[in-house]
Nanobody
Framework: VQLQASGGGSVQAGGSLRLSCAASGRTFSTNTVGWFRQAPGKERGFVSSVDWTGSTTYYADSVKGRFTISRDIVKNTVYLQMNSLKPEDTAVYYC?????????????????WGQGTLVTVSS
């Protein structure tokens, strides 16, 4: 049971990508879902999250105004639209459902991590 991230790729700075996060094995339609990323040599960190209704969203300061998170409950899929990409956005992006108490930006509150999808932004 995992959430699988897809849609990564290589783009030039200023470009856009849309990541998708789909569930396999069960639905997480009532869970908050978060996106995290891990750059080379760095720890995995919070990017964005969306509650089960799609109405409450949070963003890391570094992506505010450039990234937009959304979810399609019918398709059981969460999206991360990434615009105005910068080289510092280069990372493996992961999605996961929030299944425990704790802050929306805390990795410990999430589980069922998939393999992630690589985003590479060149200058």
């Amino acid at each position: 049971v995992q959430l699988q991230a897809s849609g990564g790729g290589s783009v030039q700075a200023g470009g856009s990508l849309r990541l998708s996060c789909a569930a396999s094995g069960r639905t997480f339609s009532t869970n908050t879902v978060g996106w995290f990323r891990q750059a080379p040599g760095k720890e995995r960190g919070f990017v964005s999250s969306v509650d089960w209704t799609g109405s409450t969203t949070y963003y890391a300061d570094s992506v505010k105004g450039r990234f937009t998170i959304s979810r399609d409950i019918v398709k059981n899929t969460v999206y991360l639209q990434m615009n105005s990409l910068k080289p510092e956005d280069t990372a493996v992006y992961y999605c996961a459902p929030k299944i425990r108490g704790g802050s929306y930006y805390s990795q410990g509150a999430y589980a069922y991590w998939g393999q992630g999808t690589l985003v590479t932004v060149s200058s």
